[in-house]
């Protein structure tokens, strides 16, 4: 990727609702350059879509916790379109080692947090889970 593309999608990860008429000033091109730019990575798949990012006091509030998934492995499709289908789990990553996936939940209280596990230990599949609940973000990208 074009390190010019690079800025450009950084300037979208910290505020996707920036106008092409801001990102062009940011960059220092014109605001064609950056439709066009935009249009490139979206057509190649490598912008497939624009979030919503919550303001810091909305995330300080709310409990993360990593949930490590041990599966079975003929259960495993099954047990990952559960968790996408669960609204308080954010992300599902494949994992080496011990365990197979690491699923990252956000609640507002700790009950909340429990009440997800429970209904994720649930699910037909999971053998084994082991969570850690997030202190505080040092930092993210």
Known sequence: ??????TLLSLLKANARMSTAELARRLGVSRTTVQSRLHRLEKAGVVTGYTVKLASEVLRRRITAHVLLAVNPKQAEKVVRA???IPFVTAV????G??????????????EIDVILDQIGRHEGIE????????TV???R
């Open 128 to 135: 084994r889970t082991q969570t850690s609940i997030v202190l």
């Open 93 to 96: 990553y494949a994992l080496s």
């Open 98 to 111: 011990n365990f197979d996936y690491l699923a990252v939940i956000q609640g507002e209280t700790t009950q």
């Open 1 to 6: 990727m074009k390190p010019e593309d690079q």
């Open 83 to 85: 968790l996408k289908n």
């Open 138 to 140: 040092k930092f993210e």
